[in-house]
């Protein structure tokens, strides 16, 4: 189902198993999985590729060129950056968009810093503000954010 107050670019690739909800915006060249959920308010920056089976929380912000995962959760108004020197105009901008991994799970309100990778099937404890990759199946939490637990998955 996709609501009818959203943008959606024409070139932007969304199936029909897909939701997609009030307000939102999906740039040019995203290419959404089957079976993902988009809500309300959710900013999705162009080029940006999202796994099968992914929900975005409300009001979330993901950046351009980013790369997400299947069976990805992210919570209510988390936010990716990709600028490490933002600045208007700046003629020495480098994107560096983070990266999450398949089984990531990211609580409300987290920020992801640019070039941040989050491996698979880690845990972004609410509020955390990320500023270095974290490892397979670690839980982090914090400002900055601190891996705390690491479990072992086979």
């Known amino acids: 189902m996709i609501d009818q107050l959203v943008k959606i670019h024409p070139t932007a690739y969304v199936p029909d198993n897909t ?3 009030a307000f939102a915006t999906i740039h040019a ?5 089957m079976y993902v959920s988009v809500g309300e ?5 162009e080029d940006t590729e999202i796994g099968h089976r992914t929900r ?9 060129h980013m790369r997400i995962g299947e069976n990805v959760f992210i919570g209510p108004h988390v936010v990716f950056a990709n600028d490490k020197h933002p ?7 480098k994107r560096e968009p983070p990266i999450v991994e398949d ?3 990211i609580g409300t309100c987290a920020i ?7 491996r698979r099937g880690c845990i972004i404890g609410a509020g955390a503000i ?3 990759d974290v490892s397979e199946y670690a839980t982090a939490y914090g400002v900055p954010a601190k891996e705390v637990t690491r479990a072992i998955r086979n």
């Open 41 to 45: 308010h959710v900013y999705i920056g």
């Open 29 to 33: 060249g995203v290419r959404l999985g």
């Open 87 to 93: 600045r208007v105009n700046n003629p020495n901008f």
């Open 130 to 132: 990320v500023t270095k």
């Open 103 to 105: 089984d990531v799970s």
């Open 56 to 64: 975005i929380g409300q009001g979330a912000h993901i950046t351009d």
């Open 112 to 118: 992801i810093l640019p070039g941040v990778r989050l």
């Open 19 to 21: 939701n997609v909800w």
